[in-house]
């Protein structure tokens, strides 16, 4: 699970701060606003883990990527390429750690790990890493820390003030670049005699990348016939073109979830149609094969008890929109991190908050008798949604620890994200101004419009009636 996260230097971030990220964060803000470059620089990061090429630092991505974030000029502030791009993130593992140094015996554990990059362009403009390095906390205090960095010489160290490294006996080599934009490569490593927790720290870092999903704001339309010949996708996908299959599999796995400690359990596919069910979006819904031994399915819902039962293409878009959220947000494997883009686009305010709802199930839910530890981000425009987050932390339903909320505004050439304070009962302690809108403005115009135009047709009516 991610923790937190700081950017700067990037898009239109000159500096976000530091953003705590709860297990259910959500983001609000104006369009333009820089929103989706948070998860953007994310996505990126995942790319590069997974990339072939270990001697590039930022994989920015091309038309066949997840992500395309253009050159790297593009992607600094105010595209100034003298100064860095950096960023700093926190996560928590599924076990703790225990850092072993095999010379000394000195042991050094914790339950989370940040780490802090910097990349500054070279001459071709690419982005080259001018200094990494590891943190492990213990309860929020630093067990162990370490930096790999260049000098003004060009040169590269690597310095702990807690952990001693010691030099190998005729490995007097220099250290060279790291790979990609966080691992210190196996030469560097080959240095020192007790560095190889190095690899451990930089597979962690992998493993929560690796864990991150991204649903974005446009999904597929819905077909006629899906195709599923038993693969299990990584995810619903981009636009949600998996989610079908993503059902299937699970349903194939035997895969069975509730919505809480002491609730019931249901296999994965009756489970979603629970939830549709409770949105109210729909009275039933199942996924069957068009005939037996074939691989083609088909997608049948009711609106209502008594109607009949039709393809998901003939009711209304908002099914085939919510079903990707409500999919990849229970599909994803245990302690993974998923970023939604408006998961509330092209439903009724009813259904918005609603979907409030299924995503702190989501936080809470249990697969197979253990709890999941997912993570929601979500982006969002709609005030249904925060209404009810804010109902159910008065009602205790959901801890303020658990949920963060944040405010994205403009602030002039650079753009500001606001951390906003909910309380006990569900209040937001610093509301920021015009924070959905400037309603009173358009009471007041509105009120001013009926006085006026209640005056217009008095005047006509004495008008008229004088003239009898």
């Not at 390095?133 to 960095?149: E, K, N, V």
């Not at 003004?152 to 670049?177: C, F, I, M, Q, V």
């Not at 002039?412 to 302690?429: F, K, S």
């Not at 005056?455 to 004495?462: F, Y």
Request: negative net charge; hydrophobic residues 40%; proline residues 5%.
């Amino acid at each position: 699970m991610l923790t937190s996260l700081r950017i700067q230097n990037f898009k239109a971030w000159k500096d976000t701060g530091d953003i705590r990220l709860a297990p259910l964060t959500v983001i609000f803000g104006a369009n333009s606003a820089g929103k989706s470059s948070l998860g953007h620089l994310l996505l990126a990061l995942k790319q590069t883990v997974l990339s072939a090429d270990r001697k590039r630092p930022l994989q920015l991505g091309d038309e066949n990527s997840p992500i395309d974030l253009g050159t790297f000029a593009e992607c600094v502030h105010n595209h100034d390429l003298t100064q860095p791009l950096s960023f700093s993130l926190g996560w928590r593992p599924a076990d703790r750690l225990d850092v072993r140094d095999p010379l000394s015996q000195r042991k050094f554990v914790g339950d989370e790990l940040r780490l802090e990059v910097s990349l500054l362009a070279d001459k071709q403009e690419q982005p080259q890493v001018r200094q990494l390095s590891f943190s492990l906390l213990d309860r929020h205090s630093t067990s162990l820390a370490l930096s790999y960095g260049r000098d003004d010489k060009g040169k590269w160290h690597l310095d702990s003030s807690e952990y001693k490294l010691l030099r190998t006996n005729g490995r007097a080599w220099p250290l060279d670049a790291p790979d990609k934009f966080y691992r210190i490569s196996d030469q560097s490593r080959a240095r020192f005699q007790n560095a190889d927790f190095l690899n451990d720290l930089a597979l962690q870092l992998e493993a929560a990348l690796n864990g991150l999903y991204y649903l974005g704001p446009l999904r597929e339309y819905p077909r006629r016939i899906y195709t599923w010949s038993g693969e299990t996708p990584e995810s619903v996908g981009q636009k949600g073109e998996l989610s079908i299959p993503a059902i299937l599999a699970a349903r194939a796995q035997g895969r069975q979830l509730n919505r809480g400690p002491k609730r019931r359990q249901y296999p994965f596919d009756e489970f979603m149609a629970h939830w549709l069910k409770d949105l109210g979006v729909i009275d039933s819904f199942t996924v069957k094969s068009v005939a037996e031994g074939r691989k083609e399915y088909e997608v049948l819902v009711k609106t209502h008890a008594s109607a009949s039962e039709v393809k998901i293409t003939d009711v209304g878009f908002g099914v085939s929109q919510v079903v990707p959220a409500l999919v990849q947000a229970f599909y994803c494997p245990p302690n993974s991190t998923v970023w939604m883009e408006q998961p509330e686009i092209h439903l009724h305010p009813q259904v918005q908050a609603e979907l409030a709802d299924v995503f702190i199930s989501a936080i809470q839910a249990r697969e197979n008798g253990k709890d999941r530890n997912v993570q929601l981000i979500v982006e969002s425009h709609s005030e249904h949604f925060l209404n009810r987050l804010q109902r159910r932390v008065a009602e205790a339903v959901l801890s303020p620890d658990d949920v963060a909320v944040y405010f994205c505004h403009r602030a002039g050439a650079a753009t500001e994200l606001e951390p906003l304070r909910l309380n006990l009962y569900g209040e937001i302690e610093n509301w920021p101004e015009n924070f959905f809108g400037d309603e009173m403005a358009d009471i007041a115009a509105r009120t001013l419009a009926a006085v006026k135009r209640m005056q217009e047709q008095r005047k006509e009516g004495d008008d008229g009636h004088g003239g009898d």
